[in-house]
Every structure is written in C-alpha cells, then in structure tokens.
C-alpha cells in the first residue's frame, strides 16, 4: 500500500464517499414521506410502519462495528460493495412488499444492513484516511455536508412519483437511484491503498478487536460521547419519521414535508461545513454540547405551539444547521483519541448507541402517538433529554480539558 499521497490525488476516494454517502443517506431520510401512502395502502398501523424504520436503525446500529471490524480485516472494498447491494435488494423487497413481514425485511433489516457498510461511519473513515490531519476535520465536515445533498434529490422525486403514481413506483424511483452506490463504492474503496500511519503511544495499534473495544470502553469521556450520542439519535429519526405524519395531521399540503426535508439537507451542507472547520479549531466535544443543546431548544420552540408552513421551513433551516454537523466532531474525536486503525470500529461503537436511541425516536414516537392521539409526550421527552445530554457533554469537555490544560501549568510555573 501506498503511504498518504497528494490531496489532489486522493480526490477519486473523497468524491466516491461523498457521492456514496449522499445516496444511502439521502434515500433514508425520505422513508418517512411514505408513511401515510404505505399504512394505508396495506393496512398498517402508524406504529407497524415506525417499527420497521426501528428496525433498520438497530440493525444498522448494532452490524456498525461489525462491518468496522471486517474492514479492518478484509479492507474497504468488499464491505462497502456488499453494502451496496444490501440497499437495492432492500428497495425492490420494499417496493414488492404486501404487509408487515415485507416492509421489515425491506425498509428494516436489508437497508439497515447495508446502511452499517455505506453510510456516514464508513464514509468517514475513507475520508479520515486519505486526508492529513492538519485538513481532517474541515475535510470530514465538507464530507458530511456532500452526503446530505441526497435528500435534495431523493426527498421530492419519492413524493412526485408517489403522488403520480403510487407507493411502489415511488420506491422503484428510489432503487434506480440506489444503483449509484456501486460506483461510488468503488472508487471510495480506493482507500484500501493507503497504508494506516504508524499510532502513536496514545492510539490503539495493532491489537485485536477485542482489545481495541476494551480500550475505548474504558475511557470516560469517549463513554459520555456515545450516550449523548444515543439523545442525538432519537430526536434526528423522530423529526425524520414523523414530522410528515405530524404535518398532515395538522392539515399542511403534503408537499410541505418534502419541502421541509430538502431545506433540513440544504442548511445540514451549511451547518456540517461548518462544524468540519470548527472542530479543527476549538474542542469538538464541546461543539457536540452546544449542538444538543441549541437542537433541543429548536425543537421545543416548533412543537410548542401548531405549525405553519413558514414556522415550519424556518424550523426545517434551523435544524438542517445542526443536524449531522455532530458526524465530523465524532470522527474526528475518535480518531484523536484512538488512531486510524481501528477508526471504523469504534466509531461504529458509538453509532450503535445513536442508533439505538434511533429505534427509540421511531418506534417510541409512533407507540406513544398511537397510545396518547398526539405526539405532545413525545416530543416533550425529546427535548427534555436532549438538553440534559447537551449539559453532560459540556460539562465533560470543560473537565477534559481543564485536565489536560493543568500539566501545562505546573510546567510554565517549574520554568519560572
């Protein structure tokens, strides 16, 4: 393998994971627009629906340092092209599906498989390999920002075709899309020739899996930044599974979601930009605090009180803002933490705890609408946790670097 190369010439991998990432993500977050066509064309209930999205972000959640660990076993390229043919497979089960079992294998088990191999944590472990480190987290937030560029595209082509022509050509539509996962994944798996630099004392080198997740377990501010990490997945597929069905219920034009959905993608290429640059100049758990706790707020000024189309789109900006800007801050921390050699793995660790507080936004939301006739509880929790999250991580970095800032001072003053 070849030692790190000209950024130019790395280019092809940047622009593979960015492309990559933009389809599978893009596809995904547009799940929720077929909510009301899909429960009502085959019998489901509001909460059958949300538990096969529940599905696919446990799934996707508990095979992330799975396929983190076969990457860095088998390299690169054989997971993200299986990857790649988990998400169509997924697309034509759904689109083909006639009840329960169907939409569970589709949109929840096969998606969210191939969501663990082609998704942010493995496109931003490509990226974190070819870049240097003086330009990392300003490239992984450019990264993030390209991938949210799918829901511009994937949001309004699903509600277009399924409003012309039904659920299931609405899919299909989807799955021609999906086909670009191949290519992207190809050319992002050009990462394999990279050789991982030599780790420092304070990363994990070569050692086994289990002893690299025995290392990240032990340290506590990386345990912080998982849990809070679980509060950030719960309220992200919350607003992305139910604000449609939370917009029609109010009376809003069907397309309204869409539109709402493809502003959150604009500001998130904004707001992820920005947080790529701002965590290479200031603590990136700290920015994670300040994240949770804006989100948070956001998120009780909207549901407080009944929606319009303007309050909605300028909750849609707002939230796009600070939506996946949380990706390069958590890539770029693990690797200061840990190294690059088990990058995917860990970091696929603390994508299992987002992901399970995914199944609970989804399913949890859609069990208490179903329970209660209104999401008032739900998002009220939602809130509540996440700025109790917020404070914990604040809290934590102020103390990490509180500690980490003390040995400087004891050895300016033994110069004195």
Known sequence: ????????????????????????????????????????????????????????NLAWGLLQPVAGALVARYRFRPILLTGAALYIAGLATLAAAHGLPGVVLGAGILIGASLACTASAMALAVSARAVPPDIRSLVLGLITGAGSLGALVSAPLAQTITAAHGWRVGVLALLVLALGLIPSAWFASRADRIAVPTAPGSDIGEVSATSALCTALGRGSFLIMTGSY??????????????????????????????????????????????????????????????????????????ISPPTPASTLLFASMMGCLWLGVGPLIAGSVVEMFGLRWQAMVQGLAFMSHQLGSFLGAYGGGVLYDALGSYDLAWRIGVGLGLLAGAVQIISALAVRDVAAAPAATRAVGAR
Not at 232 to 237: A, K
Not at 255 to 281: D, P, Q, T
Request: charged residues 10%; glycine residues 10%.
């Open 1 to 56: 393998m070849a030692e790190q190369a000209p950024l130019r010439s790395q280019l092809p991998i940047l622009f593979g994971a960015a492309i990559m990432l933009s389809i599978s993500m893009g596809i995904r977050q547009s799940f929720g627009l077929f909510m009301q066509p899909v429960t009502a064309g085959i019998a489901l209930t509001v909460s059958d629906f949300t538990l096969a999205l529940a599905v696919q």
């Open 230 to 303: 679980f509060v950030c997945g719960m309220q992200l597929l919350f607003i992305t599974t139910h604000l449609p069905s939370y917009l029609a219920i109010c009376g809003m034009d069907p397309m309204l979601s869409a539109e709402a959905l493809g502003l959150i993608g604009i500001f998130n290429v904004f707001g992820s930009v920005f947080f790529g640059w701002a965590g290479g100049r200031w603590s990136k758990r700290l920015l994670l605090g300040l994240i949770y706790t804006t989100r948070s707020l956001v998120l009780g000024w909207y549901f």
